[in-house]
């Protein structure tokens, strides 16, 4: 008993995160979180992108002449 007992308390969080794992994917909510994420580094890419415009025009043509 007290092996069993030890063995979740030693393990409680990944236990939890394993449950959690198994109802997000019977959910299919991984494709919101996905969504989400995506949206939020187009948001972040984006905003990069217009704050430093001439860094990455002068980034993208460094990359285009290496090719």
Do not use: P, S
């Not at 969080?13 to 909510?29: K, M, V, Y």
């Amino acid at each position: 008993m007290n092996d069993v007992k030890g063995f979740f308390q030693k393990y409680c969080g990944a236990i939890i995160g394993a449950i959690i794992a198994i109802l997000i994917l019977l959910t299919n909510l991984y494709k919101l979180i996905i969504a989400i994420i995506l949206i939020t580094l187009g948001i972040y890419f984006g905003n990069y992108v217009q704050q430093n415009k001439e860094e990455v025009k002068e980034k993208l043509k460094n990359f285009i002449d290496r090719i």
